[in-house]
Structures are given as C-alpha cells and as structure tokens.
C-alpha cells in the first residue's frame, strides 16, 4: 500500500509545485487565521535576517479524504515567514534530536527502550503548531520530538534519556516517559493512551475548559480492542477527543497490509467521521489539526489519518530491513522527506533565504551541541529523591503505598525539571 502512496505522491509532487507557483499570492497578515500557539511566538534564530512580510497563500499538495463528513479542512492555507521559519527550526530541531538520541544510545549512555521518529517530523510540528493552550496531547512511546515541542528542551529530552537529573522528568521516566505542560507522554502499552486520552477529554467536558485532547497512537496499535471501546464512549459522550492514526506503515517486525484487514484507519471509526492527511506536509498536518480542533470541540470525535513514514527501525534493536526494503527507504527519503518537502516551500514561495536557512540549522545544530553535553555530563538525581513526586498534587495519604520494608512519605523534589 505504502508503494501506491509513494506513487502517488511523487508523480503529483512536480505539478503541485508548478501549481503552487503559478498560485503564488500574497496577503495582508489580516488574512492569518489565528496566531501562533503559545511558547511558540517567534523564531528568534532568523531575527538577524528580516523576514519578508507577507503572508503567502500555500495550496495543499494532496487532497484530504473525508468519511462522514461533507465539508474538510481548508486547502489552500496562510503561511508568514515568521511561522515558516519556526516550522523549518522545529522540524530540523526534532530531526537532530533524534539524531543525538541515536549517538548517546550507541555510546551507551541510554539504557532500556528508545524510539525514534524520524521521518515522521512534520506529522509533529504540523499537530503542535495548530493547538491551543487547553488543548492536550497524549501519544505512544516515539515521543521525544513531541515532549520538545509541548515544552520540554532538548537538553531536558536527551538528559532524561540519559538518565540525568536535568532530565524533563528528573532521569526516571527515560525514552517513553517525558511529560511537559499539556502533554500527558508516551505509554508502552500499544492503544492504552487512547483511553487515557479519553479521560482527558471527559475531563475537559467536566471542567468546562474549552480544551480538545489528540489521543495519539500507531497503525500496529490500531486494531487494539480497548480503541474501539473508546470510539464508541466517546461519541456516546460527545467528547471533545481527536483519535490520531499515524499511519507509518509499518508494526513492531510487520507491516500495516499484513496486520490491518482495513488499511484506511480513517474510516476505522465506524460511526465516527474521519480524515486522511498527508503526514510528511507539515501545513497539511496544521490545516487537519486546526479543522479537527473546531470540529472535535463543536461536535465530539474525530478520526484523524496522518499518513507518514518512519526511517529507523522500531526501536533501537531492529534495524527496519527485514520487513522492508532498503530501497523503499531511501525512495522515501529522496522523495518524500517532510523537511526537503517544507524547505523547497519556502524557498519556492520566497519566504525563507538559503542564508536564513543556514542561519537556522546552525542555531539548531548549537542548541543539540549543548544538549547533548549536558546529557553526558549531568549528575544523576540522588538516591534519596527516587520515590518522590509520585503525585504532582498534594497527596491524601501521608505514606507511600507498596513500598514494602520501607517507610516512605510523599515527598516532592524541587520542581525545575520540566522546562529543562
Ligand atoms: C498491548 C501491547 N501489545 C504488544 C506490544 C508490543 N509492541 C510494541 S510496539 C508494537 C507495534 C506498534 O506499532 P505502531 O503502533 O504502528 O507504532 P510504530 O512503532 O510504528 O510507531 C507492538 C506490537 C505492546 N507494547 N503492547
Ligand atoms: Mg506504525
């Protein structure tokens, strides 16, 4: 299936370009549909180099696929160079993190699982980009890219793969465990978020905050019974909740095609509506995301397809060839990479410099430099903070629970780790 996507995709990537620069328009940022989501106000990394501008009307590069639903999400999106260059500094960030992640994983220095989401970059950047702040997000275990994106810093990511103290939450969660504001982290259990992410949502209806939750989880997890279960809550309850599919084509050892009777996970709700997207267009991401927001606040569930692609193995101990060819990942590497994709963006429509691009990298290259020496460097959290914060809040029992031949209280370590 993924083949007749990459098909698909490359034969229509020449004449999207030509289309988009026949449709090459400019507009006043009146015409931007909201600002951009906090904490991510400005990419200071290009401020010596003046943006242009306008705002430029970008067509998206694949149609969206509905299901139950009449109307989708817009096609032809607004993009200031402002945001282009915050989008291309957040998908390169995430690209190097893993990289770094992939570095101190063969030093040694991390131990147990890491999941790397490269390839899947704009899939990331495109979903954060469009939340707001009582929105919420909670994923699978490949999830470093997002941990950064909702607050963490890439020296809190990688220390807390490391194990360190800077850690984002202190050394003792590791790769599938990082949590910042709003996003509720990663789970090893394939389709356990999900409830989660159904709770979360039922929260929000409770409370009145207004937020819709992304419940992340993957193809292989897909076909878990416990998502179903959740479908059906769900839209018995009207919840405020956006089931994302990232659709990466491939398990745990196996592929979608071999796993999934239906490969069309956007239609996998049944009685839900849902929507395919092209998850290496990081504006098709952020059109979808900000549709599905709308819609998931206004009339409850939502299933969203984001059709992507992963470059590493499943996790550190698969190499990724045995189910797959090495030529099928270099095809999509070359023609389908979300970064080159966005890049050529703003090159063609003249939003970002090649200067301003280096300047980018090289900012991104120095913020993983420091990252990573920290996460080599740092001290490990001491002996006697291990079984503190077992809850953020106060807690109504005074003694641990469990603990046994220990007679532990509830304590709470200074908490600075989560912005680190
Ligand atoms: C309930 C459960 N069953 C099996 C596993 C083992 N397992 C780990 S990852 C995985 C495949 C997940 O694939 P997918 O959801 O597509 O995520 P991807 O690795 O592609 O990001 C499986 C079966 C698990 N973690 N939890
Ligand atoms: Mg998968």
Redesign the pocket.
């Known amino acids: 299936m993924y083949r007749n996507v990459l098909t698909v995709l490359s034969a229509q990537l020449q004449q999207h370009v030509n289309r988009a620069l026949k449709r090459f328009v400019s507009c006043t940022a009146a015409q931007l549909p909201r600002p951009l989501a906090p904490g991510h106000e400005e990419a200071s990394v290009v401020r010596q180099e003046p943006y242009v501008e306008e705002v430029r009307l970008v067509r998206i590069f694949l149609e969206f696929k509905l299901y139950k639903l009449e109307l989708g999400p817009d096609t032809l999106v607004a993009l200031t160079a402002q945001e282009a260059a915050l989008y291309m500094k957040q998908l390169l960030a995430i690209r190097r993190l893993e990289a770094a992640s992939a570095q101190l994983y063969k030093e040694r220095l991390v131990r147990g699982f890491c999941?790397l989401?490269t390839g899947?970059e704009a899939c990331a950047v495109g979903l954060c980009s469009a939340l707001r702040k009582e929105d919420n997000l909670v994923a699978?275990?490949?999830i470093h890219g997002l941990a950064y994106l909702m607050g963490a810093t890439a020296k809190g990511v990688l220390s807390e793969l490391t194990g360190k103290a800077s850690g984002c939450a202190q050394g003792k969660g590791g790769s599938m465990h990082m949590y910042a504001p709003n996003f509720y982290g990663g789970n090893?259990?394939?389709?356990?978020q999900v409830s989660l992410g159904a709770g979360i949502a039922l929260a929000n209806k409770y409370r009145g905050t207004g937020g819709v939750c992304f419940a992340l989880?993957?193809?292989?997890?897909?076909n878990?019974g416990q998502i179903f279960e959740c479908f059906n809550m769900a839209k018995l309850w009207k919840l405020p909740i956006v089931f994302v599919c990232?659709?990466?084509?491939?398990?745990?050892?196996t592929s979608?095609w071999r796993s999934s009777s239906n490969t069309d996970y956007y239609t996998r709700g049944d009685f839900l509506p849902g929507i395919w997207v092209d998850g290496q267009d990081v504006l098709a991401v952020r059109s979808a995301t900000r549709f599905a927001v709308q819609y998931a606040q206004q009339r409850g569930p939502l299933v969203m397809e984001l059709c992507t692609y992963?470059y590493a193995g499943?996790?550190m101990s698969d190499p990724g060839t045995s189910y797959r060819t090495r030529e099928e990942v270099n095809q999509v590497r070359q023609r389908q990479d979300p970064i080159n994709r966005f890049r050529k963006v703003c090159l063609d429509m003249s939003l970002l410099t090649e200067k301003q691009l280096r300047i980018i990298d090289q900012s991104v290259r120095e913020e993983m430099e420091q990252a990573i020496q920290t996460a080599r460097h740092d001290e490990e959290l001491p002996l006697s903070h291990l079984a503190n914060d077992v809850y953020s809040g106060n807690c109504a029992e005074l003694k641990l629970r469990g603990v046994h031949g220990h007679n532990l209280e509830h304590a709470h370590s200074k908490a600075t780790s989560i912005h680190n």
């Open positions: 999941h989401s899947q699978g275990y490949r090893g259990i394939v389709g356990a989880y993957g193809d292989g997890a897909a878990q990232e659709n990466n084509n491939y398990g745990m050892g979608a992963r499943h996790s």
